[in-house]
């Protein structure tokens, strides 16, 4: 597909989640126009005021049901490009279709607009994880790759239920949207807009909402919180991309000709463990008590069991 450049317009789905709103703000640090679609009107407040510095640059549209319908019927028409970052990140969950269902039924229905109504659209790039990638059970250290799936996951959820272990459910729901992307994507070769994924592992850095305490953070930056806190979680690690570098990616799926139709690891170099982490903070922060001290030098020793290749996206 022919590649989009910054003169587009471009639209970003669940415009207020922590990775979305950088997401945004990377599009209108390229010169995009963007429209983003939020719950209701009041989760656009923020938006509107961070982002105020770019005038009628930045469009809030409100689509309070993702699994409605034609949810995104009126939200596609326009646009040129389309970053799909909708879509639930949580834990604290019983029924796996609180995750499944918005998830698939999001992202195909997401599809569905843009071969409807998308007129203008060229590329679709969703915002999928290595959640639907990884294996959980995985106990030797692991290389895993754009060709790999986590249908163990999916397997434990169909098996399991309820009772299935609840990462085993958001990786479920990953797997299976993505399934559902790729799939609508070879059962509609008439799409004028090809699909492209993006695959990150856990996403860390600056939040920019102004969250006002730790009860108020993202799963991801919640997790961190915890793993700086307490010292029960200082022998874990994995691997992890920077919020600001997953967010640019999306504007380059977009951009890049070769990203079309592909799978995409983004992720670091490098693991981190949380050990690495406490040892770059500033020591006045570790001697206040709130966080934990551990070891120091010693998050080089954790053996990593969870590798990424992000060759493709380099």
Same mark, same amino acid.
């Given at each position: 597909?022919?590649?989009?450049?910054?003169?587009?317009?471009?639209?970003?789905?669940?415009?207020?989640?922590f990775?979305?709103?950088? +997401?945004?703000?990377?599009?209108?640090? #390229?010169?995009?126009?963007?429209?983003?679609?939020?719950?209701?009107?009041?989760?656009?407040?923020?938006?509107?005021?961070?982002?105020?510095?770019?005038?009628d640059?930045?469009?809030?549209?409100?689509?309070?049901?993702?699994?409605?319908?034609?949810?995104?019927?009126?939200? +596609?028409?326009?646009?040129d490009?389309?970053?799909?970052?909708?879509?639930?990140?949580?834990?604290?969950?019983?029924?796996?279709?609180?995750?499944?269902?918005?998830?698939?039924?999001? !992202?195909?229905g997401?599809l #569905?607009?843009?071969?409807?109504?998308?007129?203008?659209?060229?590329?679709?790039?969703?915002?999928?994880?290595?959640?639907?990638?990884? %294996?959980?059970?995985?106990?030797?250290? !692991?290389?895993?790759?754009?060709?790999?799936?986590?249908?163990?996951?999916?397997?434990?959820?169909?098996?399991?239920?309820?009772?299935?272990?609840?990462?085993?459910? &958001? =990786?479920?729901?990953?797997?299976?949207?993505?399934?559902?992307?790729?799939?609508?994507?070879?059962?509609?070769?008439?799409?004028?807009?090809?699909?492209?994924?993006?695959? /990150?592992p856990?996403?860390?850095?600056?939040?920019?909402?102004? +969250?006002?305490?730790?009860?108020?953070?993202?799963?991801?930056?919640?997790?961190?919180? &915890?793993?700086?806190?307490? /010292?029960?979680?200082?022998?874990?690690?994995? /691997?992890?991309?920077?919020?600001?570098?997953?967010?640019?990616?999306?504007?380059?799926?977009?951009?890049?000709?070769?990203?079309?139709?592909?799978?995409?690891?983004? =992720?670091?170099?490098?693991?981190?463990?949380?050990?690495?982490?406490? %040892?770059?903070?500033?020591?006045?922060?570790?001697?206040?008590?709130?966080? #934990?001290?551990?070891?120091?030098?010693?998050?080089?020793?954790f053996?990593?069991?969870?590798?990424? %290749?992000?060759?493709?996206?380099?």
């Open positions: 597909m022919p590649t989009i450049s910054a003169a587009a317009k471009v639209l970003v789905s669940g415009a207020n989640g990775l979305a709103t950088w +997401v945004v703000r990377s599009f209108l640090e #390229q010169g995009y126009t963007v429209r983003g679609t939020i719950r209701s009107a009041s989760k656009g407040a923020n938006l509107k005021e961070l982002f105020k510095s770019y005038g640059k930045l469009e809030l549209v409100v689509v309070p049901d993702i699994t409605a319908e034609g949810a995104f019927d009126e939200a +596609v028409k326009g646009v490009g389309i970053a799909h970052t909708a879509s639930p990140f949580y834990f604290n969950v019983t029924e796996p279709s609180e995750l499944i269902e918005p998830a698939v039924k999001g !992202t195909v997401m #569905q607009s843009a071969l409807k109504y998308g007129a203008n659209v060229r590329r679709v790039v969703v915002t999928s994880s290595c959640a639907s990638i990884i %294996d959980l059970n995985n106990t030797k250290p !692991t290389l895993f790759t754009e060709e790999h799936w986590n249908d163990g996951a999916v397997h434990e959820v169909e098996t399991k239920g309820v009772d299935a272990n609840n990462g085993a459910k &958001y =990786c479920a729901s990953k797997t299976l949207a993505e399934r559902a992307a790729w799939k609508f994507m070879k059962d509609h070769p008439e799409a004028k807009f090809d699909l492209s994924v993006l695959n /990150p856990i996403v860390l850095g600056p939040d920019i909402q102004g +969250v006002k305490s730790p009860a108020e953070l993202n799963t991801s930056l919640q997790s961190m919180y &915890y793993g700086l806190t307490n /010292p029960d979680a200082l022998v874990g690690g994995a /691997p992890y991309v920077d919020v600001r570098d997953i967010a640019l990616a999306h504007v380059r799926a977009l951009e890049r000709e070769a990203a079309g139709g592909e799978r995409i690891i983004v =992720c670091a170099d490098k693991n981190y463990t949380w050990q690495d982490i406490i %040892d770059v903070l500033p020591p006045a922060a570790v001697a206040s008590g709130k966080y #934990q001290k551990g070891n120091p030098g010693t998050g080089k020793d053996v990593q069991l969870t590798l990424h %290749d992000n060759a493709k996206s380099v």
